[in-house]
């Protein structure tokens, strides 16, 4: 759900208008959900092959060196996540609501998808954190992944291959095992299993790094993407959900750069930019409202709404700013710059 711009990087307004369908996406399944099929679902891949898409290109292609890489991730998330999560805790302490310090821990540090409160009895809004407790475990595999390709001549490209594998084997060996709201609401999908989109996005990248990215007639990109969220239908087992669904996601976003101009034009609709600009923050400041409506506490019309609301006062009063001011400190430290290959 991230989007590492700088000096040095050529910024793509295609790649924002993804993130945009995304959070879209994942609104729509949260606020008017579609009988059949979960769109909140299809927002998060579509977030998960994006990120691996970015990430691989800043710890492979790029080669950043990894304090700079850590940094931007730190700059890019902690405020706003850590602000989020404290304006919760205090908004149900101020008014008289459980807290469960548990969960605000788990969710503070990113481990949510593996320690979670009681199967579909969360007390906090903190719950959505398990897909950004996915990302930022990838992104240290990832970032080892690199280190080891740097200094040690691993093959980068077989790697993420095989750990997408594994990640996928994972998905059926659950899938066999468990069922019902253990496998939909455990830690099973919500783990490994989920940081497959973000590996298998890295493989595809490193795949055509090598080689030359096609270019499909118009009508190709369209119908990958219509096919991955289709993959997402109910009846389809969660394993082929996965693999196939999340897989043809991921060779969409990796397609993007030579796709027909038509294409990143549709995806660079200015709305669709802005959304996906401010998708991280209404990522964080949906869940509340998303739950309120869920509950039938406030319509989901007037829920969306205020998700908005606060997900871009979130963005220009808090995200961007302590961003930007953190990323210029630490330049002024003599970090270096991102290093092209």
Same mark, same amino acid.
Request: proline residues 5%; hydrophobic residues 50%.
């Given at each position: 759900?991230?989007?590492?711009?700088?000096?040095?990087?050529?910024h793509?307004?295609?790649?924002?208008?993804?993130?945009g369908?995304?959070?879209v996406? &994942?609104?729509?399944?949260?606020?008017?959900?579609?009988?059949?099929?979960?769109?909140?679902?299809?927002?998060?891949?579509?977030?998960?092959?994006?990120?691996? +898409?970015l990430?691989?290109?800043?710890?492979?292609?790029?080669?950043?060196?990894l304090?700079?890489f850590?940094?931007?991730?730190?700059?890019?998330?902690?405020?706003?996540?850590?602000?989020?999560?404290?304006?919760?805790t205090?908004?149900?302490?101020?008014?008289?609501?459980?807290?469960?310090? +548990?969960?605000? &821990?788990?969710?503070?540090?990113?481990?949510?998808?593996?320690?979670q409160?009681?199967?579909?009895?969360?007390v906090?809004?903190?719950?959505?954190?398990?897909?950004?407790s996915?990302?930022?475990?990838? +992104?240290?595999?990832?970032?080892?992944?690199?280190l080891?390709?740097?200094?040690?001549?691993?093959?980068?490209?077989?790697?993420?291959?095989?750990?997408a594998?594994c990640?996928?084997?994972?998905?059926f /060996?659950? /899938? =066999?095992?468990y069922?019902?709201p253990?496998?939909?609401?455990?830690?099973?999908?919500?783990?490994?299993?989920?940081a497959?989109?973000?590996?298998?996005?890295?493989?595809l990248?490193?795949?055509?790094?090598?080689?030359?990215?096609p270019r499909?007639?118009?009508?190709?990109?369209?119908?990958?993407?219509?096919?991955?969220?289709m993959?997402?239908?109910?009846?389809i087992?969660?394993?082929?959900?996965?693999?196939?669904?999340?897989?043809?996601?991921?060779?969409?976003?990796?397609?993007?750069?030579?796709?027909p101009?038509?294409?990143?034009?549709?995806l660079?609709?200015?709305? &669709?930019?802005?959304?996906?600009? /401010?998708?991280f923050?209404?990522?964080?400041?949906?869940?509340?409202?998303?739950?309120?409506?869920?509950?039938?506490?406030?319509?989901? +019309?007037v829920?969306?709404?205020?998700?908005?609301?606060?997900?871009?006062?979130?963005?220009?009063l808090?995200?961007?700013?302590?961003?930007?001011?953190?990323?210029?400190? /630490?330049?002024?430290?003599?970090?270096p =710059?991102?290093?092209?290959?």
């Open positions: 759900m991230n989007h590492e711009t700088s000096l040095t990087f050529n793509l307004d295609y790649l924002d208008g993804w993130r369908l995304a959070i996406f &994942l609104l729509i399944g949260h606020f008017f959900p579609v009988p059949g099929i979960n769109l909140g679902t299809v927002g998060v891949n579509l977030f998960f092959v994006l990120s691996g +898409y990430m691989g290109q800043l710890l492979f292609i790029k080669e950043t060196a304090p700079v850590y940094r931007r991730r730190i700059s890019r998330i902690v405020p706003a996540h850590v602000f989020f999560i404290l304006a919760m205090l908004f149900y302490v101020f008014t008289g609501k459980p807290v469960d310090g +548990y969960e605000t &821990l788990a969710a503070l540090f990113f481990v949510n998808n593996y320690f409160g009681e199967l579909g009895k969360s906090m809004p903190l719950g959505h954190i398990w897909s950004l996915v990302e930022e475990h990838s +992104y240290l595999l990832l970032s080892l992944v690199a080891a390709a740097r200094q040690g001549g691993l093959n980068a490209r077989r790697t993420v291959a095989v750990l594998l990640f996928s084997a994972m998905g /060996w659950y /899938w =066999r095992h069922a019902g253990e496998l939909v609401f455990g830690k099973w999908i919500r783990s490994e299993v989920s497959y989109g973000i590996f298998v996005s890295t493989f990248l490193l795949f055509f790094a090598k080689r030359k990215i499909l007639p118009v009508l190709v990109y369209p119908m990958l993407l219509c096919t991955g969220i993959m997402h239908w109910w009846s087992p969660a394993p082929f959900r996965t693999t196939l669904g999340v897989g043809l996601l991921a060779l969409a976003v990796n397609l993007l750069p030579n796709a101009p038509y294409i990143q034009q549709v660079a609709f200015k709305p &669709l930019r802005f959304m996906g600009l /401010w998708s923050s209404i990522y964080l400041w949906q869940q509340p409202f998303y739950l309120a409506a869920y509950k039938g506490i406030i319509p989901g +019309y829920a969306i709404s205020l998700a908005m609301v606060c997900g871009t006062l979130s963005f220009y808090l995200e961007r700013p302590l961003r930007t001011y953190l990323n210029r400190v /630490w330049l002024k430290t003599g970090q =710059r991102l290093k092209p290959v």
